[in-house]
């Protein structure tokens, strides 16, 4: 388990609702001003990251890995080299191991991305929509969700690969 995942507590509350079509953004319940660009300002500190016009027409700001850093499972990423996109209503697009994303899931911070129901095999099973934070205690826990993606899309914890990275 990615250490940031560790200790995860249960969102409170009721999930919000997320748009039916493309780009499935969250319509409610969403992030005061500035916690986009928070999200986006902590996850461009991690290691190979850069923000890059977000693929596919999406809203938002993407982060992507450089060629050194992008060793993650095909599966870790949005579209290669994007791993992260951050909406300006403050939810996330991200994807996270199988098994991580089950327990995000569980305890109520996201839900499977809707295109990867729509679209099974097209679209990866732990590819997530992340709940806008509603205080800083929550984006305290969506912080920590962005690090558990990049050690997906990066292909390691620390110094230990993870399997079937590319490493």
């Not at 870790?76 to 191991?97: E, K, M, N, Q």
Request: hydrophobic share 45%; aromatic share 8%.
């Amino acid at each position: 388990m990615a250490p940031a995942l560790r200790r995860l507590a249960t969102r409170q509350g009721a999930a919000p609702r997320l748009e039916p079509t493309w780009p499935c953004r969250q319509l409610d319940d969403t992030s005061p001003a500035g916690y986009a660009a928070r999200l986006a300002s902590c996850a461009c500190t991690l290691a190979g990251v850069e923000e890059v016009p977000a693929p596919l027409n999406a809203r938002g700001r993407a982060c992507a890995l450089d060629d050194i850093h992008a060793m993650g499972q095909p599966e870790a990423f949005i579209f290669a080299p994007v791993w992260l996109i951050v909406r300006p209503d403050g939810s996330l697009h991200l994807t996270l191991r199988p098994e991580w994303a089950q327990k995000v899931v569980a305890k109520g911070w996201g839900t499977v991305h809707p295109f990867a129901r729509y679209m099974a095999g097209a679209v990866p099973p732990q590819s997530l929509v992340i709940y806008a934070p509603r205080d800083d205690g929550e984006l305290t826990i969506a912080a920590r969700i962005i690090v558990a993606a990049h050690c997906y899309a990066t292909g390691r914890i620390g110094e230990v690969a993870l399997p079937d990275s590319r490493w």
